[in-house]
């Protein structure tokens, strides 16, 4: 999620009342739960160099405040995306996630969704205000029961539960008492319910990452004001606040392995700041290496290094956080494998003659996009961005926790969503993932963005993301054309 302010208003322009339309979907494109057809195995027979590793996770991923709806249901707490998004002309149409795609009583038919398309794991978020609606205190056991029964229904029927503990659902008393992320008390609430949380699920989910992509719900919410809580802050409050996240983060992590009932694993799930050499000679990827390392140095690389970069230091000069030695080394604690959400290219580079030893090259004008208009069609990241953290780091497990593309999914007047569009780009993306796989970059998993259509944050739900067609009149899920590929590729592990 990058948005920009310029670019999104042409795009409400352009969307006008596409989620109004009450088109019903029809369900044409049979995804169902069978076992792999003779040709599809046939396929993964002969041809070895298309393979997957074994036991390569294939699965999607949703969070909560763009899934659930049931805002006020069973006690749940204000959020700071309740409250934003209901401010007039702060979301295209003005939509909201009240009701987004009901999942807190649909989700038994969302799990025979995954199902259906043979993603073994699913990696959801749990909403910190259901859990604890006033942040800390008195928890809301009605709030743990949702996500208990959910993963229930996910184990029961085969599918690995992957649990994040924040996306961007901030309870708005945070940020009412202690502005929000510019606190470290915010860091330390946060630890208390990471750590409430791990206690009651341990026994049954194993997988987790504490929060998701640092970047927005820091500058993107502080400092550039276009996600809740929308504020403006002056660089050294930026600073501050990407500070306090990673803390929350490090104070996490060790919260939880001090908790957990089983062993369990933790991860991130970053949107890396991804380095692409532009062409690919020795001297650019060495340059694309540097590069990855500086440009996360506020948040990634400070998480993997429990240290500022020099580099990082120098820049941030008189506005640097206030930060202690034994902060930097919770920030540092050991993960057990790393989650990056990788979409695009952010940055092109070369090697250059200047102290960096490298310099970014600026997308050219005519760069393709999908429909987010962030969005520069850049396959090649989705080698880049694992293959820079394993070599950076060391790292042992990588998974993509997050990769897939917005469209505006036209249906066709059978009430097909034929999205060639999504198809071409998993395509692309996949074959520079398996590029990876082949190369042995450890990368265990990946999850697609999203099982479903559902609110895109300032774009509401004017952007499409999901495998599953959404009609937000009638909540009917419909797969589209690339549920279908996902499910041939999960199925045969084989890229097609
Ligand atoms: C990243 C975010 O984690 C997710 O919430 C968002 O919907 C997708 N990217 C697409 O923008």
């Not at 994040?164 to 208390?192: C, M, N, R, V």
């Amino acid at each position: 999620m990058r948005p920009n302010n310029e670019t999104s208003r042409r795009d409400f322009i352009k969307l006008g009342g596409t989620a109004a339309i009450g088109l019903s979907a029809i369900n044409l494109i049979g995804c169902k739960n069978e076992a792999p057809s003779s040709e599809e195995k046939n396929h993964s027979q002969v041809d070895h160099n298309r393979k997957f590793p074994d036991n390569f996770v294939w699965g999607t991923a949703t969070a909560a405040y763009q899934v659930e709806g049931a805002v006020k249901e069973d006690g749940r707490g204000v959020s700071i995306w309740d409250t934003y998004s209901k401010i007039p002309g702060k979301i295209m149409h003005n939509d909201n996630g009240d009701v987004a795609c009901d999942m807190y009583h649909r989700y038994k038919e969302d799990v025979q969704l995954m199902k259906s398309i043979y993603a073994g794991a699913y990696r959801f978020s749990i909403s910190w205000p259901r859990i604890f609606p006033n942040a800390t205190g008195a928890p809301n056991p009605k709030g743990l029961d949702f996500y208990n029964r959910l993963i229930d229904e996910l184990l029961a029927n085969g599918i690995t539960p992957y649990a994040t503990l924040y996306h961007w659902d901030l309870p708005q008393i945070l940020q009412d008492k202690y502005g929000g992320w510019q606190s470290k008390e915010t860091a330390k609430a946060f630890a208390e319910y990471a750590t409430y949380v791990t206690e009651k699920i341990s026994d049954r989910v194993k997988h987790y990452f504490t929060l998701n992509e640092f970047y927005s719900f820091t500058d993107l919410s502080y400092g550039l004001g276009q996600l809740a809580p929308g504020l403006k802050l002056p660089q050294k409050g930026i600073y501050q606040v990407r500070h306090n996240a990673v803390l929350a983060h490090g104070m996490g992590v060790q919260a939880m392995r001090q908790v957990a009932k089983s062993p369990i694993e933790i991860g991130v799930a970053e949107n890396i700041v991804t380095a692409v050499p532009v062409i690919e000679t020795k001297k650019n990827i060495d340059a694309a290496k540097k590069a990855t390392r500086e440009l996360n140095a506020g948040l990634l690389t400070v998480m993997m290094e429990g240290k500022y970069t020099d580099n990082y230091l120098k820049s941030m000069g008189a506005d640097a956080p206030e930060f202690t030695d034994e902060e930097l080394k919770l920030i540092g604690s050991p993960l057990d494998f790393v989650g990056i959400n990788v979409y695009f290219a952010n940055n092109y580079v070369q090697a250059a003659d200047n102290e960096a030893g490298y310099e970014l090259i600026p997308h050219a004008k005519d760069h393709p996009t999908m429909a987010s208009p962030w969005h520069r069609i850049s396959p090649e990241s989705l080698y880049w961005a694992p293959k820079l953290v394993k070599e950076l780091w060391n790292v042992k497990q990588v998974y993509i926790t997050e990769n897939g593309c917005g469209t505006t999914d036209e249906l066709t007047n059978e009430g097909k969503i034929l999205d060639t569009d999504r198809v071409m780009f998993l395509k692309n993306y996949l074959t520079q993932l398996h590029r990876a796989t082949t190369e042995g970059i450890p990368v265990k998993g990946y999850f697609h963005w999203s099982l479903m259509d559902n609110f895109e944050w300032i774009y509401g739900y004017g952007i499409r993301f999901g495998l599953f067609y959404m009609n937000y009149k009638t909540l009917e899920r419909t797969p589209k054309l690339s549920a279908e590929y996902f499910k041939n590729v999960a199925s045969s592990n084989t890229l097609l």
